[in-house]
């Protein structure tokens, strides 16, 4: 009542009416499919498919992960709220099956407002709702709704994308030198964060917990093997419970090298932290200051705490940056494009977007454009021994 009293006492400030509106169940159905998520299929859900088994229906649900479906919901009450004010219901007054005329109607509304590349998410989390529906939808890939996004991207443009700043070796000094192993709570798990953050590309997800997580996937001290022993350790295998590239939760173990007498060594650092802060081998390998696995918030806040110290605006950089600036570190060492991928488990062309490319290289090679070079010789391949020509 007191939400219905400020509804009321809001309309007649602003001078707008409203009224209520009957739904019917399978258009509740769908809007709690764009509702927020929860780890386990809800209730709705298995209203929503009494066709299966229970078990189907669970499994059905697992098929997505939980961030996907948290993230597609955005789009998704996008589309059905439009479908509704418009009424571009289909010819038996439901949302799904999506008809095209409300599907290229919605996506020109979003012309403007909305990135050409978030306006493609979108129109996959419409095309998730059919798949969980069991409906066909062919829509997203039909090459007029295609060309209208295209036409949007033309007309409007599209924006730069801002990448978080690269932490790169220097920048990673700087941050550890503002931090005191031993002498402030929480700083000795930091350091060991942060440089094993560095050193293994890895990404923030599967070094610390977020809302939404499976506790299950925590990363803890037996995930990590000191080889050949703890005192004359050599590299580490440190193995990943679950990440990006490993939906299927198979684990990844990653080889990290020991570098001795460096200040940003990850093995120096996971050692300090077992010998000063000593768990048992299921505990956290990082824990927060409140006992609890480190939490992907005072990951980053240790970030812009330290660089902010040093004098460094701390506000382009986030968790993903360490994972950006060794990519970056590696190109500016002469890595091949092979390695690169090896090092951050790229399966794709990705890693190219992580790469910043320094100022004073693009110079020099510019500058090479304007100096006298000796022709190269074309490279031959020596000829075939013993060659015989077939005839």
């Known amino acids: ?97 999506a008809t095209q005329p409300a599907v290229m109607s919605w996506i020109a509304s979003l012309a403007g407002r909305v990135q050409p590349k978030t306006i493609k998410n979108y129109l996959s989390a419409v095309r998730s709702l059919h798949v969980d529906a069991d409906l066909p939808f062919s829509i997203c890939e039909s090459p007029v709704v295609q060309r209208l996004i295209r036409g949007i991207k033309r007309y409007h443009g599209e924006k730069d994308r801002k990448p978080v700043q690269p932490i790169t070796r220097p920048i990673l000094l700087t941050i550890l030198a503002q931090l005191r192993p031993g002498a402030v709570p929480g700083h000795t798990t930091l350091y060991a964060a942060y440089c094993l953050a560095y050193a293994g590309l890895l990404r923030s997800g599967e070094i610390t917990v977020g809302s939404g997580k499976d506790a299950s996937l925590n990363l803890t001290r037996e995930n990590v093997e000191f080889v050949p022993n703890f005192d004359n350790c050599e590299y580490i295998n440190l193995t990943l419970p679950h990440s990006k590239t490993d939906p299927f939760r198979k684990g990844v173990t990653i080889t990290i090298a020991a570098a001795h007498g460096q200040p940003s060594c990850p093995v120096a650092a996971l050692k300090r932290l077992f010998t000063e802060l000593p768990r048992v081998s299921n505990a956290p390998l990082f824990e927060g200051v409140d006992g609890k696995p480190l939490h992907y918030k005072a990951f980053v806040a240790g970030i812009r705490t330290s660089l902010a110290a040093a004098g460094i605006d701390p506000s382009g950089y986030a968790g993903h940056s360490f994972r950006r600036g060794a990519a970056t570190e590696a190109a500016a060492a002469g890595y091949n494009d092979y390695e690169i991928q090896l090092l951050g488990r790229w399966r794709s062309d990705a890693y190219k977007l992580y790469i910043e490319n320094p100022i004073s290289r693009i110079l020099h090679l510019s500058k090479q454009l304007h100096m006298a070079h000796p022709h190269s010789v074309p490279f031959e391949p020596p000829a075939l021994r013993d060659y015989t020509p077939v005839a």
């Not at 219905?4 to 509106?21: K, Y």
């Not at 509740?28 to 298995?46: K, L, Q, T």
Request: charged letters at 15%; glycine letters at 4%.
């Open 1 to 97: 009542m007191n939400l219905l009293r400020q509804f009321l006492a809001l309309a007649c400030r602003l001078d707008f009416s409203f009224s209520s509106v009957w739904l019917s169940s399978e258009e509740n159905a769908i809007a709690d499919a764009a509702s927020p998520v929860p780890e386990g299929p809800p209730d709705w859900w298995y209203e929503q498919h009494t066709a299966w088994p229970k078990t189907v229906s669970f499994y059905l649900w697992h098929g997505l992960a939980s961030n996907t479906r948290r993230t597609y919901s955005t789009g998704q009450r996008s589309f059905i709220n439009f479908v509704k004010l418009y009424s571009l219901y289909n010819d038996s007054g439901s949302i799904l099956p």
